[in-house]
């Protein structure tokens, strides 16, 4: 897991990054490419909104990190393991939770 430049995030700055990616818009960019810098630097000029100073390259990690821990997390509650856990799993379970169903269910048909 790579260091985000130094600076630790606290709650609140991951709070409002899972709620700038939790937007339907930002979503569907995000899924349908592999070069983002322009996603993200929209999404760190939200988080200047909220008075959080952040540059692309930082939420890039940060939700790179997120996306891996919950997966990691998924996997394990998946395979009937209860002990790994993570402090923004439900937030990200919303987010995160449906996108894999509905590819299940897509290639179900």
Do not use: P
């Given at each position: ?40 630097e929209q999404v760190a000029a939200r ?11 930082q939420c890039r990690t940060k939700y ?44 179900d048909n």
């Amino acid at each position: 897991v790579a260091n985000e430049g130094g600076k630790h995030w606290t709650v609140n700055e991951v709070r409002a990054l899972i709620r700038i990616w939790s937007d339907k818009s930002i979503q569907q960019q995000l899924e349908g490419t592999v070069r983002n810098k322009r996603i993200f630097e929209q999404v760190a000029a939200r988080l200047q909104k909220f008075g959080i100073d952040r540059d692309w390259k930082q939420c890039r990690t940060k939700y790179k990190n997120l996306k891996h821990e919950y997966k990691s997390v998924k996997n394990a509650q998946d395979s009937g393991s209860t002990s790994k856990s993570m402090k923004f799993f439900n937030e990200l379970d919303a987010i995160l939770g449906h996108s894999t169903m509905e590819q299940a269910s897509k290639s179900d048909n």
